[in-house]
């Protein structure tokens, strides 16, 4: 720590501002904060034990990535995503994965195959709980994409998980679509096998903008029934 830092205790609120940012966006993934819900910066600031001014700049930084509107007289509101942005945040998935597996491709040995495979296995396993399924279907795109070394691509990536994230787990709670996680992953696997790279890129994309269509069903207004 320098001397600036101890004198004006900046090191101390960065941290508590951390602290509380992880708090809240976990929560908001999670599913325990949804869409519309009001955050209350004085009791999230007596759950995670520090004062409400990291609270409150977590709110801020939550705001930007689009997690969370900063409404007059409301204070921070979880945000719910439209039809048009699910989109725009699944294209941008699509094209930002793909591009990180095709980076990634060169390096790709066995050994981070049988680590996908086994996400996959778990995933496999974990079909009839949501939560536990969508957190290893993270792990899964987030492992592969890391694998490109590229630790501003995957901000931007982690960024975007993280925003849809809570849409998932509801989307699938309410759906009668099957996870299938093995015939939904399985030819990724393939295509890291076979190559080459722009057909892994090529791959990723299609398999986040296959997830599109159903999600617009889904997000679609219930059409009113006839009398």
């Known amino acids: 720590m320098t001397d600036i830092h101890r004198l004006t205790g900046l090191t101390a609120s960065f941290t508590a501002e951390e602290e509380a940012y992880g708090h809240i966006i976990q929560r908001i993934r999670s599913g325990k904060y949804r869409a519309g819900d009001r955050l209350i910066p004085e009791e999230i600031a007596t759950e995670i034990g520090t004062s409400r001014m990291p609270v409150r700049e ?6 930007t990535e689009g997690l ?31 591009l990180a597996a095709r980076v990634a491709f060169p390096t790709i040995e066995e ?24 957190s290893l279907h993270r792990q899964f795109h987030e492992y592969l994409c890391s694998l490109s070394h590229n630790p501003r691509l995957m901000r931007q990536i982690s960024s975007l998980h993280s925003v ?52 617009e ?10 009398a």
């Open 164 to 215: 849809v994230e809570p849409h998932m787990r509801l989307w699938l709670e309410k759906s009668d679509r099957p996870n299938r996680s093995r015939s939904a992953h399985g030819y990724i696997i393939e295509a890291l096998r076979a190559g080459p790279a722009e057909e892994v890129e090529k791959v990723l994309r299609q398999h986040a903008e296959r997830t599109i269509a159903s999600l």
């Open 58 to 63: 977590a709110f801020r930084r939550l705001a």
């Open 111 to 134: 050994k981070h195959i049988a680590v996908l495979d086994d996400l996959i296995r778990q995933m496999e396993l974990a079909e009839d709980d949501v939560q536990e399924w969508v």
């Open 68 to 98: 969370v509107d900063i409404r007059p007289h409301r204070g921070a509101v979880v945000r719910k995503l439209s039809t048009a942005e699910m989109v725009e945040v699944f294209q941008m998935r699509a094209v930002l994965e793909g």
């Open 217 to 226: 069903k889904f997000m679609a207004p219930a059409s009113p029934k006839k």
